[in-house]
């Protein structure tokens, strides 16, 4: 799974996160990207990425 998050919610939520879901889906390999929050909602759109943690909210009048 790849999976997206903003710099602020990776240094703050985001290991939190990561145990959890290890633990409960031990045999599902995350591969993690460091993204600002537009670049996770376009990467989203993109299907580059299949899940995105951000504090900001998509903006559909960008897409």
Partial sequence: MKLA???LVAS???TYILR???NDY??????V???ESHQISTALLEG???V???RESP???RH
């Fill in 59 to 61: 903006n559909p009048s």
């Fill in 33 to 35: 990207h460091i993204m």
């Fill in 5 to 7: 998050a903003s710099p």
């Fill in 26 to 31: 031990p045999d599902i390999e995350i591969d």
């Fill in 52 to 54: 995105g943690f951000s």
């Fill in 48 to 50: 580059c990425i299949d």
């Fill in 20 to 22: 959890r879901f290890m």
């Fill in 12 to 14: 703050t939520h985001l």
